[in-house]
């Protein structure tokens, strides 16, 4: 009887607990992505053609500017049959973008500070849950007292006590059980809060520096059109020489030296720049990057999955903090609603007492007391009692909010990623199939100006259009690579923890 008596005692304070349980609100994923404007779609075949002819008017191996971008373009449904969940190492194939991460997730001060935070609300959770356990407390003392007793006079004598002093609060409508429920779900939104901010500096890393090496391929491109562009002034002076040219055209490619001059400066500032803004995230000073596989070499090993689930919104640390921070304002209704309910209080005290110290917990000194008791709140400093309980369902209904618009958020971002990985490609394409074009024009003329079947014009309109176009072509592939990050990102992609 006692035994059942126990777990029915158990049950109930179990099943009475004050306010809502907590229900997850339906997520409204898509069933599927959007679905491209059926003018895209008519011009994939163009698209696809510029990745995969070749140019029969160039010599062998000649067609091509970089890489044959040969990508998988099929993103498209969220079906999870031939999708799985993305993961950074299968992005970021470059030993030193690795070890930059790793060190980045060790070293970053904001990391750090966000490990301090769930520290602190680590114990905040044990405390409060603590509150379910008795509180015992002990206590010892000793003294000389002075009493008066009627027409006895003053009575002196010592005292000297030692007690045992217990109080717990019979949590039978649930209010600390709502507050620990509470408290556990504070420390989810810490812990996904942390989670959060490493996936945003694996990206922050992985794209700055895909810019290092854009700005180290853009220097490369300044710097080789500056020596280009200085040989055929060169080659114009001894024209001049020659009396083959006017002065004029010395003068235009004097002038045309200047541009890529002045861009191989500006790439200079930037890739130092860029040196130091990935220093400050691996968390040293700022000073010199490590450089591994080249941008080219980056944007050739993108893997496009054949298709992104959903489902994997779910696993965004931003979307599950948001659903935490429900949680735990679900809950804090439940301690708002037993604030105003009687509070049920256990309390006693056992101990010896003795007049002698020689006494002292000797047969006869034992004192004890019991009490059960109950608190019924009547006046709250004036405050109605129902106004708390409004104050933490608004409360909740603003977490619910914010939730759903972080659902949101995160399908968008999705969007965004496949959408702009897409047209990078097609991007891409295009400007290879450009610069291949360009290069061979440059060629062309440059051989009918030393015939002098063609004016310095053609020569000039070539140079400028090869390096616009190669300039581009870099900050295509720049965008490929950057797509693909902000695509892993979006998805909650993980990175494995070191051990």
């Known amino acids: 009887m006692r035994t059942l008596t126990s777990f029915a005692l158990v049950a109930l304070m179990a099943a009475c607990a004050a306010g809502p349980g907590y229900r997850r609100p339906g997520l409204g994923m898509p069933a599927g992505w959007r679905r491209t404007a059926a003018s895209q779609d008519s ?41 799985v969940a993305l993961k950074w190492l299968d992005l970021v194939q470059d ?56 027409t006895f006079g003053a009575q002196t004598f010592d005292v000297y006590r030692a007690t045992a002093d217990l109080s717990w609060e019979l949590d039978l409508l649930g209010r600390v059980r709502r507050s620990t429920q509470a408290g556990r779900a504070d420390l989810a939104v810490r812990q996904e809060d942390r989670r959060a901010l490493e996936l945003s500096l694996i990206s922050d890393v992985a794209t700055g520096y895909v810019d290092l090496r854009e700005a180290d391929r853009n220097l490369e491109i300044a710097r080789r059109t500056l020596t280009s562009r200085q040989l055929t002034l060169a080659l114009a002076r001894q024209r001049l020489d020659q009396g083959l040219i006017s002065e004029l055209d010395v003068r235009q490619f004097e002038a045309e030296v200047a541009s890529p001059a002045a861009s191989v400066a500006d790439f200079e500032r930037q890739v130092a720049q860029q040196e ?40 965004r640390p931003d979307v599950r903090g948001a659903e935490a921070a429900l949680r735990a304002a679900t809950a804090r209704i439940g301690v708002a609603e037993a604030a105003r309910l009687p509070t049920f209080v256990i309390s006693g005290q056992y101990g010896t007492q003795s007049t002698e110290f020689s006494k002292w917990f000797g047969s006869g000194t034992k004192i004890w007391q019991a009490f059960a008791g109950v608190s019924v709140p009547l006046f709250t400093q004036g405050r109605p009692g129902g106004e708390e309980v409004n104050v933490a369902r608004a409360r909740a209904e603003q977490a619910r909010s914010q939730y759903e618009q972080t659902v949101l958020v995160a399908v968008r971002e999705v969007e965004d990623a496949l959408v ?68 892993y990102k979006a998805v909650g992609a993980g990175w494995p923890r070191s051990t």
Do not use: C, K, W
């Open 276 to 315: 130091n803004a990935l220093s400050v995230l691996v968390g040293r000073n700022p000073g010199a990057i490590a450089r591994g596989r080249s941008l080219t070499e980056l944007a050739a090993r993108i893997p496009v999955p054949a298709g992104v689930p959903s489902a994997l919104l779910e696993h």
């Open 95 to 150: 030993s030193v973008l690795r070890q930059l991460v790793d060190t980045a997730l060790q070293d970053n001060r904001d990391v750090r500070t966000a490990v301090a935070a769930i520290d602190e609300f680590r114990a905040r959770y044990r405390a409060t849950r603590g509150a379910l356990l008795p509180e015992l407390t002990g206590n010892g003392e000793a003294g000389r007292n002075e009493l008066v007793f009627g």
């Open 43 to 83: 011009l994939r075949p163009f698209y696809d053609s510029l990745r995969t002819s070749r140019d029969t008017l160039l010599p062998p191996g000649a067609d091509t500017a970089r890489v044959p971008f040969a990508y998988d373009t099929a993103l498209g449904g969220a079906s999870g049959d031939t999708a």
């Open 420 to 487: 702009g990985l897409r047209t990078a490609q097609d991007r891409a394409a295009a400007q290879q199939r450009q610069v291949v074009a360009l290069r061979r024009a440059l060629e062309l003329a440059n051989m009918r100006y030393q015939n002098g079947v063609s004016s310095y014009l053609d020569v000039l309109d070539a140079q400028r259009g090869l390096f616009s176009a190669e300039l581009s072509l870099t900050q295509a592939e720049r965008d490929q690579l950057v797509a693909a990050v902000q695509l």
